[in-house]
Nanobody, 119 residues
Framework: VQLQASGGGLVQAGGSLRLSCAASGRTLTNYVMAWFRQAPGKEREFVAAISWNWGTAVYADSVKGRSTISRDNAKSAVYLQVINLKPEDTAAYYC?????????????WGQGTQVTVSS
């Protein structure tokens, strides 16, 4: 699976952003698609994930209530909408994929898209 993330940019605190991840290379049946982020000097952290088949979603506490992960089966794309952005949301955001919920590691990664939130 090849993943291409886009949609990052510079946003003022309180604003919103929608990130996109285009997937190609194979069908995504049973796959789990996710967003991670990594701020400078910090470890990469999980943000949200969604099952391709049923759209079941999970979120990190840090973004719960402010973000929505969704997918478009026809476009083979995954999106992350974040509202009420905070400076601490500043990070490179990565989309990732794994073959099922029971698979431990995400083994497909896209390049990062930078999100910078100014205060």
């Amino acid at each position: 699976v090849q993943l291409q993330a886009s949609g990052g940019g510079l946003v003022q605190a309180g604003g919103s952003l929608r990130l996109s991840c285009a997937a190609s290379g194979r069908t995504l049946t049973n796959y789990v698609m996710a967003w991670f982020r990594q701020a400078p000097g910090k470890e990469r952290e999980f943000v949200a994930a969604i099952s391709w088949n049923w759209g079941t979603a999970v979120y990190a506490d840090s973004v719960k209530g402010r973000s929505t992960i969704s997918r478009d089966n026809a476009k083979s794309a995954v999106y992350l909408q974040v509202i009420n952005l905070k400076p601490e949301d500043t990070a490179a955001y990565y989309c990732a994929a794994k073959s099922s919920w029971s698979t431990v590691n995400y083994d497909h990664w896209g390049q990062g898209t930078q999100v910078t939130v100014s205060s």
